[in-house]
């Protein structure tokens, strides 16, 4: 299984890709497994407002919630050598986008 994190307003496969990573609303949690859709989860971010260290926490959230694939427009600089401890693989997408076709590129290159 597979679990893709991607920054949103308000989240869900209907929303689309926030142009930060760091200061979106929500997060949206897809798990792919056998390449489909097993499950869809809307968290908040709890790092939007902070001042600074916000992208360091962030990419420790993401760990914490063994996140493999993180959809983003925005590289994390400051989180960077967190998510690549924690195996996890950024890939960049159009924010804009709706989720579900960022989430459809994903599945056709696994």
Same mark, same amino acid.
Do not use: W
């Given at each position: 299984?597979? !679990?893709?994190?991607? +920054?949103?307003?308000?989240? #869900? ?32 971010? +709890?790092?939007?407002?902070? +001042?600074? #260290? ?8 993401f760990v ?8 983003? +427009? ?12 924690? #195996? ?9 986008? !709706? ?12």
């Amino acid at each position: 299984m597979i !679990r893709v994190a991607v +920054p949103t307003s308000k989240g #869900g496969i209907e929303d689309r890709v926030h142009e930060s990573l760091v200061r979106a609303e929500t997060f949206t949690l897809v798990e792919i497994e056998n390449g489909e859709i097993k499950n869809v989860e809307i968290v908040e971010n +709890p790092y939007q407002k902070e +001042p600074y #260290g916000a992208g360091s926490r962030a990419a420790l959230f993401f760990v914490n919630l063994r996140v493999n694939v993180l959809l983003t +427009p925005m590289d994390c600089p400051k989180g960077r050598a967190i998510l690549d401890a924690g #195996g996890i693989r950024i890939i960049k997408v159009e924010a804009g986008k !709706r989720v579900e076709e960022v989430i459809k590129s994903l599945q056709s290159s696994l």
